[in-house]
Structures are given as C-alpha cells and as structure tokens.
C-alpha cells in the first residue's frame, strides 16, 4: 500500500507519523511546496522507526511525481484562516490549493481515495470531487470523527472517566453549524440522555460546535493537530483495510437525509471502495431542521467558489 500525505504542516506530520507507527502502509509519502520541510520531517519519522520498531517508510518530496501510484491521500493542505482575513478569501486560497493537488491526484494516482481535511472542510472536500471527477464515494471528508471526539471527551469529562466506553454522533458541517445528536451518543450503550440533564448536554453541544475555536484560542498561535490527524488516520485504517467501521464522515450527498448534491457530515462506513454506504438516522424536526441549516450554509460557501470561478455552476 501507498499513502501520500499532502501537506507537511501539524496535521500531515502527524498523519505521517501516525501512518508510519501503525504500519498502515508501507510506503509513505509526505509532500510539500517548501522545500526541505517534508524531507526533514520525514528523515526524522524513519529514525524513530529503530526505537518504535516500525518498518513503514516516510518519503519526504517537493515533487507529485513521488506521489503517483498512490491508493489514497489524505488533503491537509491549506492556509489556516487568520486574524482580518475574510472567510471568502481562505475560500479562494485554499480552493486554489485544492484544485492544484486535484490535478496530480487524477493524473498519477487515478484509482485513488481521497480523505480532505483541509478547511473549509465541507466546501473543500465538494471542491476536490468536482475536480477530480472520481466517484463520489471515492473522495470523503474528516470532521465528523473529530466532533464526535471532542463530543465524547466532553461527556467523560462530566462522567468523570469512561472515555473508552464513550461514543458520539456529531452531524452537518465543520463548523458553528455542526449538529451534535445527544440521543446517538453513548456510553458502553447507554444514551446520555439517560444519564446526563438536559443542561450539560446542552453545554456539551455548545462546546462541541465551539471544540476547535476553543483549542485556538488557549494556543494562541495554530489550531488541533492530534485530534485531527488521529481521525484522519482511523478513515484511512479502514479504507485500506476494508474494516467497514461506521464512521461520521463528509460525505457526497444523493437524496439522503432530504439532501442532494452535498457533502456533509453523516454516518458512513468506510471500505475498500471508500464509503460502502450511508446510514440514515431517525431524526426528530428540530434536528433535521438544524441540518439543513448547515447544509445551506455550506450551499453559500459553494456559491463562493463559483463567484470565484473555482468551481463550475
């Protein structure tokens, strides 16, 4: 198996790292456009690899080239967004970032999956399968893994342990718009509902919506890498193993849930052919309601791109 990692930033390092020391694949690549970046961290992978005893290989590289043959790639590149930047404007670097990649991708590695967890991560992901023209169920999103995440620490929190047995749902956008789905998530079965007042599962969901601007703001300067990339790496894990775990993850979007033509965040099982299928929850109208909320909130971002004319109509 070969994995390239796009991006050499917080998240792609740590992807690579992650990749590389649960043998994923053997054959890592880890690319970028500055120079030295990839191949240092990459040099610095393989000499862990004695004292972890790992036998993954970490190729560092400036050149898509090295990518090609690739059975999937995992899209961390892209500018984070800073302090007076306008959301339109990360939409327009980021999109340009996309649709380069995009061009390698296809041309080398045609048989691909695609993980994007470049933000803004519904748009973007939308963006990548456009411009590669792949199946839809070939190119998928990470967040919602993320959100349920952040979502089941939370809970543990209020529990006072348990995380192991804890597991959420987290639906709809990255984003203040994300749909935290209480009664879907558990611990060792059991919905919180049961077990926690209605008042901290809505602190709960608050700080869910707000998991990632919460981490920025205490480290001042970046955002999550740990997190993210470990979510990264379970889609990958169950891609190239063809585990068929049940995943919340971006998907494209045919009629399901009442929605079309959309990635958005829903449970998915992840397999050898990227998502299997998607699993369509019973939701109550006020969460429905909340998810086509989020869905047209990523409509306007789309509507962004096309303006920007990085996107077809």
């Given amino acids: 198996m070969k994995v390239t990692v796009v991006g050499a930033g917080f998240v792609g390092m740590t992807c690579a790292q992650r990749l590389a020391e649960q043998e994923v694949a053997e054959d890592i690549v880890l690319i ?8 240092g961290i990459a040099l ?10 790992y036998q993954a290989l970490v190729t560092g590289t400036n050149d898509p080239k090295d990518t090609y043959g690739s059975d999937l790639f ?4 892209g500018l984070p967004r800073k302090p007076g930047m306008d959301r339109s404007d990360l939409l327009e670097t980021n999109g340009k970032i996309v649709n380069a990649v995009a061009s390698y991708i296809k041309q080398g590695s045609p048989k691909a999956c695609v993980i994007v967890v470049s933000n803004p991560l519904d748009t973007m992901v939308f963006l990548m399968s456009a411009s590669l023209g792949f199946e839809k169920s070939r190119v998928v999103g990470m967040a919602g893994i993320l959100d349920s995440a952040r979502m089941a620490f939370f809970i543990s929190e209020k529990n006072g342990g348990g995380i192991k047995d804890t597991r959420c749902m987290v639906l709809g956008g990255h984003g203040d718009s994300m749909v935290p789905v209480p009664q879907f998530s558990t611990v060792d079965g059991v919905s919180i509902t049961a077990m926690l007042p209605e008042s901290e599962i809505d602190e709960i969901n608050t700080r869910t919506q707000h998991g990632g601007a919460e981490i920025v703001n205490l480290l001042k300067t970046g955002s999550a890498f740990y997190a993210p990339s470990a979510a990264a790496v379970a889609m990958a894990k169950s891609i190239l193993r063809d585990e068929h775990r049940l995943l919340p993850c971006a998907a494209h ?6 929605l079309s033509d959309i990635y958005l965040g829903v449970p998915c099982v992840l397999g050898k052919n990227g998502v299997e299928r998607i699993v369509e929850l019973d939701l109550d109208e006020a969460g429905q309601a909340k998810l086509n909320a989020s869905a047209e909130a990523i409509r306007a971002d789309l509507e962004t791109l096309v303006e920007k004319g990085l996107l077809a109509k």
């Fill in 44 to 53: 610095d992978i393989n000499q862990a690899a004695a004292v972890e005893g």
């Fill in 74 to 77: 995992i899209m961390t590149a």
């Fill in 32 to 39: 970028d456009v500055l120079e030295g970046r990839p191949q």
């Fill in 253 to 258: 979007l045919d009629g399901q849930y009442g």
